[in-house]
């Protein structure tokens, strides 16, 4: 599958607008939308890091609500997935009524194995807008969405190790957080302007004729796409169906109807095993880049 070339020099913000009192920063707050779980555990990992006395999290997974959300005096943590190499359209439209003040902001995608190209340059401009003032940026894996029993992608992460490191990584953003008077500039792996992605095209999965209709799936879609219809079955809006495979993880009994088994080749690719993890922190401004390896995942200060 076809890379995206990074532009390192259009990627590092010259200024921040959204001017910072660090003292008043007494609260962690963490956001998430999360329909498998593993931006969440994520999310949390990061928090337990952080480890302010005061926590408040706010799951928009299943919150279609339009009301806005205000984050005050709160160090925040924003967590998304992935959608190819994007930040999934859902929740970047459910993070857009968040508006933020006083609030430094880690930012967080959770990719499947793949790449996460241009999502966290993405995150980090939607929630500048909104408010929010850039702290550090972070790419971990998750187990990515198609994953499946003879096709693993991804498998069973994050794991013990991967919530480990998110930890520290939430223990050197409050160091870094205390230790400033204001956040400086730093530099975030993606493009501007970002990769085109196509539209998708409509799918959904199906059900196997041993559902009992139990509407478990009904309760954790993400955009309501699942329902029964006058004869009692499961049946999904195909138009509203994100791909996000919460349903097919929740039940044995419910077909990936819709596999792309390139886009899981391309993935399986990029798996390594357990004792060859690499991984990447990166503390880099426009002035110096360093790079250290600690594990498989990526992030900047």
């Not at 001017?19 to 994520?42: C, E, G, N, W």
């Not at 709160?74 to 967590?79: D, E, G, H, S, Y």
């Not at 859902?90 to 006083?102: D, V």
């Amino acid at each position: 599958m076809k890379r995206i070339i990074h532009a390192f020099e259009q990627n590092s913000l010259s200024l921040f607008p959204n001017q910072l009192i660090i003292a008043m920063v007494d609260t962690t707050h963490i956001v998430f939308f999360s329909p498998t779980h593993t931006s969440a555990k994520i999310a949390r990992a990061i928090g337990d890091g952080i480890g302010m006395e005061r926590r408040i999290e706010t799951d928009l997974t299943l919150d279609e609500s339009i009301t806005p959300i205000e984050i005050k005096n709160a160090l925040t943590i924003i967590a998304v997935p992935v959608y190819a190499g994007r930040v999934a359209p859902i929740a970047l439209q459910r993070i857009r009524r968040l508006k933020g003040e006083n609030a430094p902001v880690v930012l967080v995608a959770v990719y499947g194995n793949r790449d996460y190209e241009d999502a966290l340059v993405e995150l980090r401009d939607e929630t500048t807008c909104l408010g929010f003032t850039p702290l550090a940026a972070g790419a971990f894996i998750g187990e990515h969405s198609y994953s499946r029993p003879g096709m693993p992608v991804a498998e069973g992460r994050p794991d013990a190790n991967d919530l480990q490191i998110a930890e520290q990584f939430g223990k050197d953003c409050l160091k870094k957080l205390k230790n400033s008077e204001a956040p400086a500039d730093f530099f975030i792996k993606g493009n501007v302007p970002y990769r085109y992605v196509a539209p998708s095209t409509p799918a959904a999965p199906l059900c196997t004729e041993e559902c009992f209709a139990c509407g478990e799936c009904i309760e954790i879609c993400p955009t309501h796409a699942i329902y029964l219809n006058q004869e009692g079955k499961i049946e999904t809006e195909i138009a509203k169906c994100i791909k996000c495979c919460a349903c097919v993880k929740k039940s044995v009994l419910t077909e990936h109807a819709y596999l792309i088994p390139l886009i899981l080749q391309c993935c399986t690719r990029n798996v390594q095993p357990e004792e060859n993890r690499n991984c990447f922190f990166k503390q880099q401004t426009m002035k110096s880049r360093e790079q250290k390896s600690i594990g498989r995942h990526e992030w900047w200060d």
